[in-house]
């Protein structure tokens, strides 16, 4: 008779860490609401009970991962230690960082995005608005916008633009039907922006 493989001992953080992971993917699979508690437990490898030990439910697993999604985007440098770049060369980099994040963290996207009407949660929107915010002032200040308020809709779609092309190439598809390089993408971002146009 073949011994059952022994669990592995995690701290509670990284146990947390497993569970959320597997959370993920399943909400950005198949939603919120789709996903039962057992199915979640069995992705994350661990019993309904140690699920509820670190978890207290559903939603708190959910919030979890909201908060992780909210610290993975405003983790992106700081703006300041940009601002001495040529405006193409901030916007490239500020760019390049953002993209990657997206790609790197797409079903917390979907996630925010899938189910909303759950999440109720404006801190991604904050994190957006006061990066554009402060990209908008930039572009105010290099003469690239006339205002603050022109800088900050150039900004919100420049940002917009990085988001939406992600989500049409990867999430619905686009890539099948006309592959477009990510970073040829932003530079005509980039030169769209500046030019002001």
């Known amino acids: 008779m073949t011994e059952p493989t022994p669990r592995r001992r995690l701290s509670a953080d990284d146990r947390r860490a497993e ?23 069995r992705a994350a490898g661990v019993s309904d009970a140690l699920l509820y030990r670190h978890f207290a439910n559903k939603r708190d697993l959910l919030e979890f991962v909201v908060t992780e999604a909210i610290e993975t985007f405003s983790s992106l440098p700081p703006l300041e230690r940009m601002e001495a770049l040529p405006t193409d060369q901030l916007l490239l980099r500020l760019g390049h960082g953002f993209l990657e994040r997206i790609t790197a963290n797409l079903d917390l996207i979907l996630i925010l995005v899938g189910n909303h009407a759950e999440v109720q949660d404006a801190r991604f929107a904050s994190f957006i608005d006061s990066a554009a915010s402060a990209l908008g002032e930039q572009l105010a200040q290099r003469g690239v916008a006339k205002n603050a308020d022109e800088g900050y809709l150039s900004a919100r779609s420049f940002f917009g633009s990085l988001i939406s092309f992600i989500l049409l190439q990867r999430v619905l598809g686009m890539d099948s039907v006309r592959p477009v390089d990510s970073g040829r993408y932003l530079e005509h971002l980039v030169e769209l922006t500046v030019k002001g146009a």
């Open 19 to 41: 569970i959320s992971h597997a959370a993920r993917s399943l909400f950005a699979t198949n939603g919120y609401h789709a996903t039962t508690t057992r199915e979640l437990a």
